[in-house]
Structures are given as C-alpha cells and as structure tokens.
C-alpha cells in the first residue's frame, strides 16, 4: 500500500470544478450496492478533473451522456481523472460497493440489520467518485431502493418528493435536499425500525415534523431524545436567533457508530448511546450527554451545515463553536457551575496531555495526513474554550453582534477560521489580531502570578508571566491573549473590588478581568487596606496552567467563601492537588490539616447545591495528577498518594459521610437536577463510606446493586463494590451481568467499570473480558467501554511488568484492519512514553516499533507512531 502523503493548510486551492447538482441511485443489496451518480461539473479554474475514490469498483462512465472508454481516463487506488472534458457537462458513472464487507464505518455501512452512511470527514469518497472535500457544495437529489420486507424505511437528507413500489419485492424513495451542501453532510439509511413521531413549531409558528427511528422494541427508550431536540430547537431561537431551515428532521439511532453522532443535513445519524435513555437502563450522566449531543448535532445545522469548513484545517470552525454552543445550551437548561466543571476537568486530564504530547497541534492544524485522527480534544474542547474567551472579551452581547454579522456575511458559504474571527472583530470595537494566535500556536501557555503587599504602603503589586513550551515543529512561541477572570477576598471573605487600575475591569460575570497580553506584566494598586486572596482563572477562563502563591489556608478561605461555585471547587481542587504533590515528592502518605477536614465539613453541611458537594468530594484523578510530571512519572508514588487521600478524607469525615448519607436516603427517584443532585452526592458519601468501613457497607451496596428501575443506584453501587473490591464484588458483578445480558449499552457499564479499576488484577480481568461472548471488537462502543477505559486507566495501563502494553498493543493490531478509526483511538496513552522510567520507556518504545512493523499499517496509526518515535530533537524542529 502506498504511504499517505501529508496535506499543508498552506496549500489550499480551489478546485477545478464545481458540483452543482448530483442526482444519486443507489440499489442497496448486502453484497452489491449500485450507485449511480449524475453529476453536473462547471469548471471553475484550469486543471484536470480529480475525483476522489476508494475502495471502488467502477462499472461505466460517461460523459454528456456518451460511454467512455477506460483508455480516456486514469483510474488510481484513490482518484479518477479525466482531462479532456469540457468546462461545462454532466458525469454519469456507475460504481459498485460491498458494504457488508465495510468493518471500517466509513462510507456505506451494515449496522446490525440496516444499511447506513458516515460521510464525514472523507467517506463519501467510499460511496462514489466525487469532489469530496467541503468547499465544493451541491444540491442533492437521492433515490433509494431495497427489499421492502427488510428495509420498508429509506431515508435521507432533505424531503421526501416521491415513493413507490418496483417489482420483485423492492420499492424506492427519492429525496430532495435544496440546501447546497458539501458530500460530507449525505447521508442515507435504510431499514426497519420503531418511529416516534412529534412536532416542533418554530417562533414564526412553521411546524416542523420530528422523526426519531430506533431499533425495534427501543420505543420507550427514545423519549427524553425527543424533548431534548424541541428543547435544543427553542434555546437556539431564543438565544442565538437561529431557527430550523426544513419542514422535517429525522434522527437516526444506529449499534455501529464510530463516534457520538453526525450532523447529516436533515437526517443526524446517532450512536444509540446518545439516543436510548430510561431510568431503568440509563445514569443520570448519560441522561445530560444525550441531551448535550442532540443539541450538539443540532445547533450544527447554523454552525457546521449552513456555514461550512473551507477545508478540514478548519475543523474547528465548526467543531469549536458548536461545542461552545451546546455547553452553553447545558448551563442554561441546568447548572452552569457543573457543566464548567465537567468541562474544565476534560481539559486538563486531556487536552492538556494532547497539547504536551508529540501530536500537540493548535486548534487550527497545519499538518494532515489522516483527516481522522484530527477530530480530537484540542479541536474540540479547546476550540470552545478559544470561543469561549471571545465571548468573555466581548460580551454576550458583543458575541451575539459577530454571531449576527458572521451569519449575514458567509451563510450558504464553505469558510475559514479567519472568517470567523473577522466578523467578531468588524462587530466589535476590538482588535483581535494577536487573539488569534489561538488559532496558530499550539501547547498549553503557564501563566505565574506574584502577589507582593506593602502593608505600611498600602500598595498591592501583581506581577504576571506568560510562556508555551515548545511544541513539536514549533518551538518559537509568543505571547497570547489570556483573559484573566478574577475576585479578591479579604481574610474575612469579604469581597474586595480592585478598582486602581485603568487595566482592570468589572465584568458581567461578577468578577473582574485582567487580559494578559504580554510575556510579562505588571499592575500596582494603591491604598489597599488589606493584603487580599485572589481567586485567579475564575470559570477557568483562559485554557492555561497556572502557578500562584496562594496557600493552603488561603485556599480554605476561597473554598467556604467563593461567591462563585466553580471558585469554591477549584479551591477545593487545589489543596488536594497541593497535598497530593507534597506527598509524592516527600515519599509519604496523604495527611489532611485538623483545619482542612474543618473547612471540608463545612462545605458538606453547607446550604449549597448537593451536585456542587458532589464534585468538591471527586478527588483529582492520578491522570491529572501526571500532568505534573512531565519526565519520569513517579507512578508508584502517584498511586500511593491518590489512595492515601481517598483514605484521609473517609477516615476524617465518615461521621458527616454517615450523616449526609442517611439524610440524603429517602430522595425522590425523579429525573429532576434536585434528585440527580441528591444521588451523585449520595453516591460519593457511599464511595468513602465503603472505603472506610468495607465490610460495614458490603451489604448495603450489594443491595442497592439490586435496585430496580434506576440505573444511576446500581452502576453507582457495581463501581463501588469494583473499586474497592468489596466482600461483594463478584456476586454484584454477576447478578448485574445476568440482569442485563441482553442490553448492550447497558453491558458497556459492566465492562467499562471493570476496566476503571484501579486494583492490579485490573489488566488480568481485562484479557478474560475479551472473550466474553457479549464482548466484540466490531462494534466501537463495545471497544471503548473495555478498552478505551483501560487505555485511560494509567496506573493499570503502566503496570510494571508491561502486561498493559502487550493487551493493549495485541487490540490495536487486531483493530488496525478491522476500523483503524477506532485503533487510532487507542493508541493515546502509548504516545506518551518519553515521560516515564526507562524501563517503560523502552517496553513502550517496543510495542510501537513492532505496531509500525505491520504489513498494511493504517495511515491513522502510521501517522501518530511516526510522530511518537520522531526523535526528540527533529520532534521540535
Ligand atoms: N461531526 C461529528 C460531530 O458532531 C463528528 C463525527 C461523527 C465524526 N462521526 C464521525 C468525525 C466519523 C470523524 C469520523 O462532532
Ligand atoms: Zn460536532
């Protein structure tokens, strides 16, 4: 197989030709799918035309109507190029596909019983030859046909114009999409499936009709999908003034899916993860990550569909934003201080591990080879946090001005990332230039903040330093914009407003804003009458690491008086995290301060949200822990301190533990954020609990492992009895597995929370799992609740004798030829391998020369392994 070459952002050029019109037929059969393609080319600049095309057979071509022969055209394992055409003409090739034979998920597909399609970001090239890249934006005609009996739905983008029956047992469905959209965006599928039917009436008072289709028997399951899409279409109305473009929107829930969901123009094609939901068989977390992903493909259809990516350097043009929009849609809909958190400990346990790695890339990438491997946490999540900074330096309001003016000006158009920028920029009284770096540099920017008080002078200095390590291929950084959000305190928590400095300013949030800019700053305030506690980086509000001299105590003081939930917690976060440090570098047990378990009492018996207490008692995990160890990880020392804490704190506090939990005991079972609150608390009360005093607890989690009708009870209770390794672990393991052998999704709980653990038997319970006959390496969320868990389990992953490695390295050979998508995946935590002992180093080393080793390597892990063993000194070149 040929190498894949690398594409440059700096070699964009317009194609050719472009697509106006495509007329697909498309004769769906297991073995031998026929795509007929018409389409209508106009030249646009000099050149050849080079459609692009894999793993295709191809059948017939003509030109205006007149076969061509094979010798008037080149036909490559990834093109067909014809050179004399004229400049204006229709193409009608034919091609024949097998998507039974499609393990990949790329393209045209089998999921369980129906066929459907991924097309993003290059798998419309599977299906047919075609200009498949996002800049070329056609208007798509589709006609379906298949066996009636199994597949009596066909569906795809736009509305239905016509349907009907064809002889020997088959019928067809033509559809018509009048918005012009890149290939990228089709989508088709067929089968037999249960439907629910609602509508949507949208602020102008057009009905909408909503369709959700789900795996027969699944139809009670799809409920909360449903008022999670009317929610998603109001918020954006109301918020964003963006409203829905077609008369139809149908959402497809598939088994096979490679990622969450896809945003297919009028027809989202969803992991039945984010589809299917009850109380029965759902947590109240999947609960929230299906409302979010709805409203995420959602709010794509303005942000993605309308307005699309030039090029897939862009990705974050539409990734970025759309996620900024769904958290957003989040914390208006239920806790905001959650949602942030939740957000913030993505990126540091990690984007911030991508950005210190050897595939560190800014948001805006400038090197591809495999599109795939592009679609990732830098993109993504720091994506929305660069958006998120836009909006903290504008405004809401100044925000929703650029949103309207990059609206008018690019609707209907495939643009860049510089576009966007430019519109908030022209609608705004700003300059965004040295903003956008964000866009360039890659690597996670420290910031150091000094605090100095003249108490005789009054006089308050503050100084500040910005600096990005190196980053493979770019080691000269400069300086970013950070907006620094802040509150000062004094030490009777009262909040103290700095007022001196022209530089400073009150924001809408209620903090104040400080906007770095410069390596390093300097801000004097005078006759400050106390030396204050500053809260900095309030909401996380630059994607950096920062370094304060702000203390222990000082830290309790944040933690019961932060006006802000997300400052108590993040006060919270930082005394762990200095305890934590200190006993890894002193070789010693975790010790909590009488003062610390004082101020952690309180924060439980105090009148705040239960989910707040709930996350304030989720100790940083060992990942994050690592993050500050970026050579010669101390693992061992890493282990011992984050299980020392865990014990210090149930030790400490298991009277206020027993208390809360007793008190907390006869909560409501309702979906409501107040008994979803009432559980996760619930739940950490318990975790410590049963930590403490296992065989005490043993018995009350076994029987609330046997709890009917709430999923959040009993996968709370099997993760407890598994961590711990409670006297019941095995009987609740089985009595769970036995319950819900015939629930896939529900069985990924099972598997994933075998793969967390934290004990060492870990990796050993791991390799028999894989031979479970409800385990499969075909289908991607099987994968990834077993595999993908482990992979992130870095204490196990790394267990010394290099069993970890060896299962996870024999997975990803296996998965190489089966979805290399989903290979690519799990070859995140091998990347690291320069920051450990020189024994894993070498271990590690060895199973990426030997995964380089294999005949017919995919291109998506060549091109991760090639930048891991990239030497250290071309690596940051
Ligand atoms: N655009 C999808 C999203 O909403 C991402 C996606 C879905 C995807 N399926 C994919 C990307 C397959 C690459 C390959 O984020
Ligand atoms: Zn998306």
Redesign the pocket.
């Known amino acids: 197989m040929s190498k894949k070459l690398a594409k440059y952002r700096s070699d964009y050029r317009a194609p050719a030709f472009t697509i106006e019109n495509v007329h697909l037929n498309i004769d769906l059969d297991d073995h031998a799918t026929r795509v007929r393609s018409q389409l209508q080319l106009k030249r646009q600049a000099p050149g050849a035309l080079e459609l692009d095309g894999e793993h295709l057979e191809l059948i017939t071509l003509a030109v205006d109507g007149v076969l061509r022969s094979a010798d008037s055209y080149e036909v490559t394992d990834k093109q067909l190029i014809l050179t004399e055409i004229p400049d204006e003409f229709t193409l009608d090739i034919v091609t024949q596909i097998d998507p039974s034979a499609n393990s990949a998920l790329e393209g045209l597909y089998k999921s369980g019983g129906a066929f459907c399609t991924q097309c993003e970001a290059e798998g419309f090239r599977r299906i047919t030859y075609y200009l498949d890249r996002p800049d070329v934006l056609a208007v798509f005609t589709t006609t379906l046909s298949a066996d009636s009996e199994h597949f009596p739905f066909l569906l795809s983008n736009g509305n239905l114009i016509d349907e009907g029956k064809q002889d020997n047992g088959r019928h067809y469905a033509t559809w018509h999409d009048p918005h012009p959209k890149p290939a990228y965006l089709f989508a088709l599928v067929a089968g037999d499936f249960d439907r629910l039917e609602d509508h949507y009436h949208t602020l102008e008072g057009r009905d909408v009709r909503l369709e959700l289709f789900v795996d027969k028997g699944n139809l009670s399951r799809a409920n909360y999908a449903m008022e999670s899409l009317k929610r998603a279409m109001q918020w954006d109305e109301e918020r964003f003034d963006l409203a829905y473009d077609l008369d139809r929107y149908m959402v497809v829930a598939v088994e096979f899916f490679n990622m969450?969901a896809m945003?297919n123009k009028g027809l989202n094609i969803f992991n039945s993860k984010y589809v299917l939901a009850d109380q029965a068989t759902a947590t109240d977390w999947d609960f929230v990550h299906v409302e979010s992903v709805i409203g995420?493909?959602y709010f794509?259809n303005w942000t993605?569909n309308r307005i699309t990516c030039r090029d897939w350097f862009q990705l974050s043009l539409?990734?970025g934003l759309?996620?900024f929009r769904d958290q957003e849609f989040s914390s208006d809909l239920g806790s905001r201080a959650v949602h942030r958190i939740d957000a913030i400990r993505v990126m540091r346990s990690f984007q911030f591990n991508e950005d210190a790695g050897p595939m560190a890339h800014p948001i805006r990438p400038d090197k591809v080879i495999e599109m795939n491997n592009f679609y990732t946490v830098t993109v993504?999540n720091k994506g929305a946090e660069v958006i998120r900074m836009l909006h903290t330096l504008l405004g809401e309001q100044g925000f929703q001005h650029g949103m309207q003016l990059y609206r008018q000006r690019h609707d209907g158009q495939a643009v860049t990332c510089e576009d966007f920028v430019a519109a908030m920029e022209t609608a705004n009284p700003v300059d965004l230039q040295q903003f956008r770096r964000w866009y360039s540099q890659a690597g996670t920017p420290q910031v150091r903040i000094e605090q100095r008080y003249d108490a005789a002078q009054g006089l308050l200095t503050l100084t500040f330093e910005q600096m990005t390590p190196a980053t493979p291929g770019q080691t000269a950084k400069a300086p970013v914009v950070i907006p620094l959000l802040f509150s000062a305190y004094t030490h009777a928590g009262e909040r103290l407003l700095l007022t001196d400095s022209a530089q400073v300013n009150d924001h809408e949030s209620g903090s104040q804003l400080y906007v770095l800019s410069d390596s390093s700053a300097t801000l004097t305030f005078t006759e400050v009458e106390q030396e204050p506690i500053i809260a900095w980086l309030e909401n996380f509000s630059a994607p950096v690491k920062l370094q304060t001299s702000v203390n222990t105590e000082e830290l309790e003081l944040l933690l019961a008086h932060g006006e802000q939930e997300v400052t108590r917690w993040e006060a919270a976060q930082q005394i762990y995290l200095t305890c934590l440090r200190q006993a890894v570098t002193n070789q010693q047990p975790v010790q909590l301060s009488a003062s610390q378990l004082r101020a952690l009492t309180k924060v439980l018996k105090a009148p705040i949200d239960n989910a707040l207490k709930a996350l304030i008692f989720t100790l940083p995990s060992a990942e994050e822990l690592l993050e500050y160890y970026p050579e010669n990880a101390p693992l061992d020392a890493i282990e011992r301190a984050v299980k020392t804490l865990a014990h210090a704190l149930a030790n400490g506090l298991q009277e206020v533990f027993a208390a809360t939990f007793e008190a907390l005991e006869s909560q409501s079972e309702q979906l409501s954020g107040k008994a979803m609150a009432a559980r996760a608390l619930r739940q950490r009360c318990l975790y410590f609990l049963a930590l403490a005093k296992p065989h005490d607890y043993s018995p009350v989690v076994a029987q609330q492992a046997l709890t009917q009708g709430n999923m959040t009870l009993q996968q709370g209770a099997l993760e407890i009895a598994v961590q711990h390794q409670l006297p019941c672990a095995e009987q609740v393991l089985a009595e769970f597995a036995e319950q819900w052998q015939e629930t896939p999704l529900v069985m990924d709980k099972w598997f994933a929370v075998q793969a967390n653990a934290r004990h060492p038997e870990t990796v050993k319970r791991v390799a028999q799992l894989l031979d479970h006959p409800k385990f499969s390496l075909r289908n991607p969320n099987r994968v990834y609740a077993l595999l993908a868990s482990f992979s992130r389990n870095s204490l196990r992953f790394h267990q010394e004798d290099g069993s970890g490695y060896k299962l996870l390295q024999r997975i990803i050979t296996q998965l190489n030829t089966l979805n290399p998508q989903v290979a690519s995946r799990l070859i995140t935590p091998f990347m690291q391998w320069r920051r450990f002992d020189t024994r894993r180093q070498s271990m590690l080393k060895q199973s990426l020369v030997e995964l380089q080793q294999l005949a017919d390597l995919a291109p998506d892990l060549d091109e991760k392994i090639t930048s891991a063993l990239q030497s250290e000194e071309t690596a940051s070149q």
Do not use: P, S
């Open positions: 969450g945003e995420h493909e794509h993605g539409k990734e759309t996620v993504y």
